[in-house]
T-cell receptor, first 115, second 116 residues
Framework: AQTVTQSQPEMSVQEAETVTLSCTYDTSENNYYLFWYKQPPSRQMILVIRQEAYKQQNATENRFSVNFQKAAKSFSLKISDSQLGDTAMYFCAFAPTGANSKLTFGKGITLSVRP | DGGITQSPKYLFRKEGQNVTLSCEQNLNHDAMYWYRQDPGQGLRLIYYSQIVNDFQKGDIAEGYSVSREKKESFPLTVTSAQKNPTAFYLC???????????????FGQGTRLTVV
């Protein structure tokens, strides 16, 4: 069975500063994908960034980047130059490759950006 | 425009009644998923389907049923056997995973079900 753990339920950051959200996962799979999703107050789920496990290079999307440590099964999200619009819940998710792949989420973290 | 549509946005039902939540997508995706979201619980997988006429139980399937008669549609029925059905329900779809690749899921806007 695969599990995704987000141990911090809430975090707060000052506008324009940097914040890192933690995520760990457990799996016996060797090929898989990892995702960070954002859920703003509208509750619409939005993909922030994704990482293929076979790639050693960390994924980056503008102000968002990840620190992927495959051996440690860690997948943290760094948000640089935080903006008020970044206030949301953030979910880490895992999906193996394969015919009956299922997407598993962590419990999420509520991020508040202070003006 | 391509997308995934859930309806209705809000749904009220009396205790003991079955209710069906709609999920339709025109993204030509093979895989579809149903999640339940409760405060502090994250998204928990109810059912998922990788192809038409086939689906698998997720982590919390008890009290729910689904069908996948068409590629575009994956309705979820919340039955009277579900002990605590009041929740926010999210439907998602994605390109089918292969042996070596996977893609992200696209989500609908959700349905808030309240049972009174």
């Amino acid at each position: 069975a695969q599990t995704v753990t987000q141990s911090q339920p809430e975090m707060s950051v000052q506008e324009a500063e940097t914040v890192t959200l933690s995520c760990t996962y457990d799996t016996s799979e060797n090929n898989y994908y990892l995702f960070w999703y954002k859920q703003p107050p509208s509750r619409q789920m939005i993909l922030v960034i994704r990482q293929e496990a076979y790639k050693q290079q960390n994924a980056t999307e503008n102000r968002f980047s990840v620190n992927f440590q495959k051996a440690a099964k860690s997948f943290s999200l760094k948000i640089s130059d935080s903006q008020l619009g970044d206030t949301a819940m953030y979910f880490c998710a895992f999906a193996p490759t394969g015919a009956n792949s299922k997407l598993t989420f962590g419990k999420g973290i509520t991020l508040s950006v202070r003006p | 425009d391509g997308g995934i549509t859930q309806s209705p946005k809000y749904l009220f039902r009396k205790e003991g009644q079955n209710v069906t939540l709609s999920c339709e997508q025109n993204l030509n995706h093979d895989a579809m998923y149903w999640y339940r979201q409760d405060p502090g619980q994250g998204l928990r997988l109810i059912y998922y389907s990788q192809i038409v006429n086939d689906f698998q139980k997720g982590d919390i399937a008890e009290g729910y049923s689904v069908s996948r008669e068409k590629k575009e549609s994956f309705p979820l029925t919340v039955t009277s056997a579900q002990k605590n059905p009041t929740a926010f329900y999210l439907c998602a779809s994605s390109i089918r995973s292969t042996r070596t690749s996977n893609t992200e899921a696209f989500f609908g806007q959700g349905t808030r079900l309240t049972v009174v």
